[in-house]
């Protein structure tokens, strides 16, 4: 199969798991987004493909969610899904996703063999991308809040409402991010970089 055509399905299929996974919500009385895993899956599927191709699913299901399709959290969708206080947080899941890519590089098959710098890395990767993501949606609730609260009441705002409640949970979804991809980003380099890093080697030995 072509390559360009392989890399679209593979990007593809991601960002479909990332899409169903909105049907997953657990409520939390008081929080209207409760425990979702969509921000975990965004930051798994690009550390599986790291680099900036680690950004492609989510930025697929982030556009076809701002166009209208019901793929983010509890079934909702469209451009005006941005425009409440909780819209930090989709615009979040890019950024997140866009670091942990580029934080945990390009897979190889060489990854089977585990090595505590590699371990490290990914760990960064998937720990920097779920706290990345929530980045935005501090200046969303600073935005929505400021007037009423002031700056440092919104702020407050946002650790005590928006980020300390699932700070247990993100970083169990973290850990769990971690093991499946030390698993399968080997698996993953095989389609969708298979001999290019062979290929660079090569090249290298004879330009030497």
């Known amino acids: 199969m072509n390559k360009k055509i392989l890399r679209s ?15 997953f919500r657990i409520p939390i009385p008081g929080i209207v987004s409760g425990i979702v895993i969509q921000n ?13 191709w680690g950004a492609a699913p989510t930025a697929l299901f982030f556009a076809a969610g701002v166009l209208g399709l ?7 969708g469209g451009f005006q899904v941005l425009m409440n206080i909780n819209g930090g947080f989709r615009i979040g899941w890019v950024f997140g996703a866009l670091a942990a890519g580029l934080i945990s590089g390009c897979p190889s098959v060489a990854e089977k063999k585990l090595s505590f710098k590699k371990v490290l890395r990914l760990c960064l990767a998937v720990f ?7 980045l935005p949606e501090v200046f969303y609730v600073i935005g929505f809040k400021a007037s009423e609260l002031g700056v440092m009441g919104a702020v407050k705002l946002f650790v005590t409402a928006f980020f300390a409640p699932f700070l247990l949970v993100d970083f169990f979804k973290a850990v769990v991010v971690v093991l499946i991809s030390l698993k399968l980003r080997p698996v993953v380099a095989m389609y969708f970089y298979d001999s290019e890093p062979a290929a660079e080697t090569e090249t290298g030995s004879k330009n030497d």
Not at 40 to 52: I, R
């Open 70 to 76: 019901p793929v983010f959290s509890g079934g909702q």
């Open 40 to 52: 975990a899956l965004c930051v798994m599927t690009a550390v599986l493909l790291g680099g900036l």
């Open 9 to 23: 399905a593979i990007v593809a299929f991601f960002a479909a798991i990332i899409c169903a996974s909105s049907f």
């Open 128 to 134: 920097a991308g779920m706290l990345i993501l929530y």
